[in-house]
């Protein structure tokens, strides 16, 4: 398994942005499908964006469709999040998943986990 490690979290006011990232190590990274989903407190994780293995196809959640961006770099072991027109609802514990092969959008499909990287949004 893929070993993950998210960045770029932190504290921003409504309307910012930020830039999350997630470097990959200890496997096959071009051959992994990549997805970011969130968690708020005493809320279910929830999907918010995946990436097929070579970035040809991407899915959003409706609630960020617009406003996130989803992209990777192989050649780093790299998979980003580009948030931007943050509101407060986006606050939550961003974690970052991988899997081999196909794009999936539900956590249970997917080996690799992070540890998470928090992002606050002030209103």
């Known amino acids: 398994q893929v070993q993950l490690v998210e960045s770029g979290g932190g504290l921003v006011q409504a309307g910012g942005s930020l830039r999350l990232s997630c470097a990959a190590s200890g496997g096959t990274f071009s051959s992994y499908a990549m997805a970011w989903f969130r968690q708020a407190p005493g809320k279910e994780r929830e999907f918010v964006s995946a990436i097929s293995w070579s970035g040809g196809s991407t899915r959003y959640a409706d609630s960020v469709k617009g406003r996130f961006t989803i992209s990777r770099v192989n050649d780093k072991n790299t998979v980003y999040l580009q948030m931007n027109s943050l509101e407060p609802e986006d606050t939550a514990v961003y974690y970052c998943?991988?899997?081999?092969?196909?794009?999936?959008?539900?956590?249970?499909?997917?080996?690799?986990w992070g540890q998470g990287t928090q992002v606050t949004v002030s209103s």
């Open positions: 998943a991988g899997r081999v092969r196909s794009i999936a959008t539900i956590p249970a499909a997917f080996g690799s």
